[in-house]
C-alpha cells in the first residue's frame, strides 16, 4: 500500500513489527480469532475459514513486501518484494481486491439499501482510498503514515461491520430457474 509514496520517493522501510507480521503471530492470531468464532457460534467451518483468512495476511505480504516479513518475533525475514515494481504492484492488488470484492458479494445478499448502497459506497471508499496514495501530499515520515493507518483502518472495519450487518449470507450458488 506504499506504492505511491515509494514512487514518489519516500522509502518507507518497516523494519520491526514481529506481533502483527511475523508467520508464528499470525497462526496464533488465526487459531485464536478461530476458536473464538466456534466459542460464540459452534460453526467449525466458518472458524477454520476465518483462522485461514487470518494467516492469509501473511502470504499475501509475503508476497507484496521485500524481505522483512518475519517467519517468528526476531527470525529470519522473508518476502517476494512485489513493491520493487510500481505496475506489477497496482495490478496484482487490484486482482486481489477485485476478486475480494466479487467473492463477497457472490457470498452475500443485501437485506436492504444499506446492505445494497452501502456495500457499493465501501467499495468505492477502499478505492478511492488506494488510488488517492498516487495523487495526495507525500507524508512527512512513518509516523504520521502509521497513525493515518490506525485511525483509517478502523473506520474502514467499522463501516464494513456496519454494511455486513445489513447482508445475509448466501450459498454462493446460482439461483434455480
Same mark, same amino acid.
Given at each position: ?16 513489527? =514481529? ?10 492470531w488465526g487459531a485464536l480469532f478461530g476458536y473464538l468464532y466456534r466459542l460464540r457460534t459452534g460453526d467449525r467451518r466458518a ?15 509475503? %508476497?507484496?513486501?521485500? =524481505? ?59 478505492? %478511492? ?44 450458488? =446460482?439461483?434455480?430457474?
Amino acid at each position: 500500500m506504499f506504492i505511491g509514496h515509494y514512487a514518489l520517493g519516500l522509502v518507507l522501510w518497516l523494519d520491526d513489527y =514481529p506481533i502483527s507480521h511475523s508467520l508464528l503471530a499470525l497462526l496464533v492470531w488465526g487459531a485464536l480469532f478461530g476458536y473464538l468464532y466456534r466459542l460464540r457460534t459452534g460453526d467449525r467451518r466458518a472458524a477454520l475459514v476465518i483462522g485461514l483468512l487470518v494467516v492469509s495476511h501473511w502470504v499475501l505480504d509475503f %508476497i507484496t513486501h521485500r =524481505p522483512d516479513m518475519p517467519l517468528y518475533p526476531g527470525g529470519p525475514k522473508v518476502g517476494l518484494g512485489l513493491w520493487n515494481s510500481a505496475p506489477a504492484t497496482v495490478i496484482v492488488e487490484g486482482i486481489m481486491f477485485i476478486a475480494g470484492v466479487a467473492i463477497y458479494a457472490r457470498a452475500t445478499r443485501a437485506r436492504d439499501g444499506i446492505g445494497r448502497w452501502g456495500f457499493s459506497a465501501l467499495v468505492l471508499l477502499l478505492a %478511492i482510498a488506494y488510488s488517492s496514495q498516487f495523487y495526495g501530499p507525500t507524508l512527512p515520515d512513518q509516523r504520521a503514515l502509521a497513525i493515518g493507518a490506525i485511525i483509517f483502518g478502523w473506520v474502514f472495519v467499522a463501516f464494513g461491520w456496519w454494511v455486513d450487518r445489513h447482508r445475509d449470507a448466501t450459498t454462493g450458488l =446460482p439461483a434455480p430457474l
